[in-house]
């Protein structure tokens, strides 16, 4: 009897609107959860009764169900915080996860750095990233990201790049007197390094025109700071030459002793080298960059080495490429890992497991694992979360109009129930 069936449309339509207003209701109460994605529950029609068999046409229905709960992968907004451990992703793309139950996925940046110095999610699952070597630099490796060690070793000085102007002014034939080196050098300037042990030492430079485009170089500190040395008086621990053309560049550049010998148990004759720029006979080079004779006061233009002090770490970030960088006392800056993300083919098969975690699934595709940026995964934003993509007065909209069909559905089985007591009633 057809208007029996009627019932079980009309309740098919209540089990479908209801289970639609369970994904709005959802979708309100994460209106304020971080990276999470709205859904919408898509309605299909029940297979229907044909009155004229294989011929088509003249069909009737037999109701609805919900077909399948989809997520809207639009982008959220990305909203700036103070805190260093915050991230967000812009674009396509999932944090990578490691906890108890294998991988997982997640657009929550809102990490933190847990007691053993893991990055965690709120759930305590380690966030996954390339590691980087001991000199900082990112290599394809997958690994936890942990706080770096507290100290990081000293370490000694192989190079001073010097660069700076000789005076082509002056005249030759200053005699060098160790004991009055400043009086009796055209020029002094000091630079800095440092021992195996991560102490510091000054190293002040004398030059003496000794000819024309011909200087004498001298790198001299206080004695105490050297095996044999005295205090109070300076010790050479460098001596060179340096040529020059007649239009002022750097020609030859020439060691002619080192003694870095430093007192205290450090190295001994530790190799230090000493660079004043691209020589045009000595390093083959242009005679551009560096050390120059110019008709001009002697001055230092910029020096720099590569040696540190031991160094406590003072603050770290993340930039928008994911990389972690640790600032450390001595000045030092080193790269310690950079995070990865994952990309799927068809992400909203992504199978959800609660605290903003997903699960690869079978019709997601398996994940591609990479940096920020890279064939077509998303960049990152330091210090940013990525807000709810739940618009509230959609959500709103949708539940005035599934709470319509709820009642409607309801009234199609009050009205059916009344016919049927009107065909109860042809006894009587």
């Known amino acids: 009897m057809g208007v029996l069936s009627s019932l079980y449309t009309g309740v098919s339509g209540l089990m479908a609107q209801g289970e639609a207003l369970g994904v709005i209701g959802d979708n309100i109460a994460n209106a ?4 999470f994605k709205s859904s919408r529950a898509e309605f299909q029609d029940i297979i229907s009764k044909s009155l004229k068999g294989i011929l088509g046409g003249n069909q009737i229905g037999r109701g609805v169900k919900v077909g399948a709960v989809n997520p809207i992968l639009i982008q959220g907004n990305v909203d700036a915080t103070e805190k260093a451990t915050d991230l967000a992703i812009s674009g396509d793309g999932y944090f990578v996860t490691r906890g108890s139950d294998g991988e997982s996925y997640t657009r929550d940046g809102s990490f933190h750095f847990d007691k053993e110095g893991y ?3 709120n759930d305590n699952q380690r966030i996954q990233g390339f590691e980087a070597d001991e000199k900082g630099k990112i290599i394809n490796k997958m690994g936890d990201i942990k706080f770096p060690r507290a100290l990081i070793p000293a370490k000694s000085t192989n190079e001073i790049s010097v660069d700076l102007n ?3 002014r002056v005249e030759p034939g200053k005699v060098f007197n160790a004991k009055d080196p400043y009086n009796t050098s055209h020029y002094s300037t000091g630079v800095e390094v440092y021992d195996s042990q991560g102490n510091k030492h000054l190293m002040t430079m004398f030059f003496n025109k000794t000819a024309d485009r011909t200087w004498d170089v001298r ?4 004695g105490k700071e050297v095996t044999g040395g005295k205090a109070g008086e300076l010790a050479e621990v460098w001596t060179g030459r340096l040529t020059f053309t007649v239009d002022g560049k750097l020609d030859t550049e020439t060691t002619t002793k080192s003694a870095f010998n430093f007192a205290g148990g450090a190295l001994q004759n530790q190799q230090i080298k000493v660079d004043f720029g691209d020589s045009l006979t000595t390093d083959k080079g242009k005679g551009i960059n560096g050390t120059k004779q110019y008709g001009k006061e002697s001055d230092m233009i910029s020096w720099k080495q590569d040696g540190a002090a031991a160094g406590t770490i003072t603050n770290m970030s993340f930039n928008d490429e994911g990389v972690l960088t640790a600032l450390y006392s001595n000045g030092q800056a080193q790269d310690l ?3 990865a ?3 799927f083919e068809n992400p909203e098969a992504l199978y959800k497991v609660g605290n903003n975690r997903l699960k690869e699934a079978r019709d997601s595709g398996t994940a591609s694992i990479g940096k920020s940026g890279q064939a077509g995964r998303g ?7 990525e807000r709810s993509t739940v618009d509230l007065a959609l959500e709103f909209v949708q539940l005035i109009q599934n709470q319509r069909g709820f009642q409607a559905n309801a009234k199609t089985i009050t009205t059916t129930d009344e016919l049927l007591g009107e065909v109860i009633n042809l006894k009587r």
């Open 219 to 222: 790198g001299m500190v206080d």
């Open 32 to 35: 304020n959860t971080t990276g």
């Open 166 to 168: 000789l005076d082509s």
């Open 119 to 121: 990055l965690v999610t």
């Open 379 to 385: 960049r990152l934003f330091a210090k940013s979360l």
């Open 337 to 339: 890992a950079q995070i």
């Open 341 to 343: 993300l994952a990309k």
